[in-house]
């Protein structure tokens, strides 16, 4: 009895474990056969019905003559059966729209269709995906809303739609906890930043730049303290920098240009000690260049110009921030002596150079130490310099472009320029200049660009002068020169 008993337990034993097989054989099989038509109709949808076909990848080797695992772009789980967990289709032409339906890949954690021609709206049905992690639709010609069900997007950590034509405000992304990337540069986005924002607490990056936004800047962007990068240039931006973005000390990237700011830069912003890149220009800021600014000891690019900034350049700048390569300070009203260049000494990345349209005056240093090695562009004009051309510029042996023009600058042009063999550009014109051109000009074999105007240079126009071939601008107006135009200039193509 005991031993009938046990064989029908272990009967029934069995029994329930083929019930369980059989409704997971079912379960699986309802499972994949909702993938596959998922992913025919994102194929129909995406090569526009056959006409694009041929030049389509997807068209061609999504048949269902293989398993939809090997379809390229494709990628599954390892579970049996397999589910698709990635999409990668970016940068293969893909033309048509986003199909709906895709949302019924609901295994799907990555979806990357970025740089291609996808047009019409961002489905929101993908709002059901719950498992999404990654959305990329970046450079495509997507147009109208950003999807309101992307708050129902409770995994997602990353999601780039930059580049295309999106519409309407920036959804309260409140809901995303996970959230670590925004990026919607380039679209038309309107509307203000949602105050919810500030709740996405392990954000680290937020590139909004290039869109239509208005309103301030939130100060409570200051909670975000993971933050490493804030782009926000090139919108319609109003008030002041909050204080409040001192508290972003991982901060390395900051873009604020373009936009209608105003208020003076703080000094919170002497906390931003990580900063590497900090784009103010073209702005309406006021104030001066606070000194704290100089604790950014790992800035790369500092770019302030077209503000309404004045005051001396803090004197440690150079010292404090040895991996400068690019400075940027023009049309402010800036003074002081411009031999805060002497400072700069230190940075020997230094490639751009430029104060052009300020208030400085003094002499240029004859001394320019380590810039030597990789400064380009040097681009002092519009200021109230004066004394002579130091020889000493003409140790910027990688110098491009040299524009010194609307100064107070006499005397003679240093022999020593016409060492600067990479010199493509040369402003010197409106200084009281003297002397005359000197015959070795036309070893300068790379200029484009030469001007002399409005100086007191004499003697004659040097026959040299069509050897330079890639002349493409001569302006030797408004000057003392007595000769003929030389008939070599005309062999200039
Ligand atoms: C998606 O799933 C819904 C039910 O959840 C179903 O009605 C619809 O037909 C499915 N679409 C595809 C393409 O499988
Ligand atoms: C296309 O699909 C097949 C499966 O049929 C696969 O083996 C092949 O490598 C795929 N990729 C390309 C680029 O054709
Ligand atoms: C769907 O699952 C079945 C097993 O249930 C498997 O044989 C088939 O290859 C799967 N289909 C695809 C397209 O992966
Ligand atoms: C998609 O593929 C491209 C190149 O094939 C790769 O650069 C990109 O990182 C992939 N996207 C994702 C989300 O893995
Ligand atoms: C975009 O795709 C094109 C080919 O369609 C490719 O040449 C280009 O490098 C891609 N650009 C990016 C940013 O991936
Ligand atoms: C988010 O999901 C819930 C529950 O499925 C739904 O009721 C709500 O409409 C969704 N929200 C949006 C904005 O789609
Ligand atoms: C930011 O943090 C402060 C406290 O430090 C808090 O009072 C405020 O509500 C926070 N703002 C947001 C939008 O979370
Ligand atoms: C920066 O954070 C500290 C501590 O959380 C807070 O007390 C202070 O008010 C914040 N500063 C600004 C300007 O928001
Ligand atoms: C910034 O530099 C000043 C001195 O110039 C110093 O007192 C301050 O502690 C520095 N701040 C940070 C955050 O390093
Ligand atoms: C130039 O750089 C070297 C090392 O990179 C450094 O020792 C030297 O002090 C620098 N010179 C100036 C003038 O800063
Ligand atoms: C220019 O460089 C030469 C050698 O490279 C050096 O002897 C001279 O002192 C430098 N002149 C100036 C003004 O720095
Ligand atoms: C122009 O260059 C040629 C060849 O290099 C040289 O012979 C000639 O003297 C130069 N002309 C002038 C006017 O410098």
Redesign the pocket.
């Given at each position: 009895m005991a031993f009938l008993f046990a064989i029908s337990k272990c009967l029934l034993f069995l029994v329930v474990l083929l019930l369980h097989a059989s409704a997971a054989i079912a379960a699986a099989a309802l499972d994949n056969s909702t993938d596959l038509p998922s992913l025919l109709a994102f194929k129909a949808a995406s090569t526009g019905g056959g006409g694009a076909a041929s030049n389509n990848i997807i068209a061609v080797n999504w048949t269902t003559d293989a398993p939809f695992c090997t379809w390229v772009g494709v990628g599954c789980s390892r579970q049996y059966p397999p589910r698709v967990v990635s999409l990668n289709l970016s940068s293969l032409s893909l033309q048509g729209t986003i199909s709906p339906r895709l949302s019924n890949l609901s295994f799907l954690s990555s979806l990357d269709l970025s740089n291609n021609s996808l047009s019409g709206t961002i489905p929101d049905t993908l709002g059901r995906l719950p498992r999404l992690a990654t959305l990329l639709l970046s450079r495509n010609l997507l147009s109208g809303l950003i999807p309101p069900s992307i708050v129902n997007m409770s995994s997602l950590v990353s999601i780039r739609l930059s580049h295309n034509h999106l519409s309407g405000s920036l959804p309260a992304l409140v809901l995303l906890p996970r959230i670590e990337k925004i990026g919607i540069g380039s679209n038309l986005l309107t509307g203000h930043i949602p105050v919810g924002l500030a709740r996405c607490s392990i954000l680290q990056k937020i590139y909004l730049s290039i869109n239509k936004l208005t309103g301030s800047v939130p100060?409570s962007l200051?909670n975000l303290s993971e933050l490493v990068v804030l782009s926000l240039g090139r919108n319609q931006f109003t008030g002041a920098i909050p204080?409040?973005i001192?508290?972003l000390t991982r901060l390395q990237y900051l873009y604020l240009g373009f936009n209608h700011l105003k208020g003076e830069i703080s000094m919170?912003m002497g906390n931003l000690v990580n900063l590497q890149e900090l784009h103010l220009h073209d702005n309406g800021i006021v104030g001066s260049i606070p000194i704290l600014l100089c604790n950014a000891s790992k800035m790369i690019v500092l770019e302030v110009s077209t503000n309404n900034l004045i005051g001396p350049v803090p004197a440690t700048l150079g010292k404090s921030m040895p991996f400068l390569r690019r400075l940027f300070m023009a049309e402010n009203a800036l003074s002081g002596g411009i031999d805060f260049i002497a400072s700069l000494a230190n940075c020997k990345d230094l490639n751009f150079f430029e104060v052009i349209t300020n208030q400085f005056e003094g002499v240029l240093p004859d001394a320019y130490g380590n810039l030597s090695m990789n400064l380009q562009y040097f681009h002092v004009s519009l200021n109230h310099i004066s004394g002579r051309i130091p020889a000493g510029l003409g140790n910027l042996s990688n110098l491009i472009s040299l524009e010194l023009a609307s100064n107070e600058l006499r005397g003679t042009i240093p022999r020593t320029l016409w060492r600067l063999k990479k010199l493509q550009v040369m402003y010197l014109g409106s200084n009281r200049l003297t002397g005359s051109i000197p015959s070795d000009i036309g070893l300068m074999t790379n200029w484009a660009t030469i001007s002399f105007t409005d100086n007191e240079f004499s003697g004659q126009i040097p026959d040299s002068l069509g050897n330079i071939s890639r002349l493409q601008k001569l302006d030797l107006a408004e000057n003392k020169l007595s000769s003929s135009i030389p008939l070599s200039l005309w062999n200039l193509t």
């Open positions: 100060s200051g204080a409040s001192g508290n919170e």
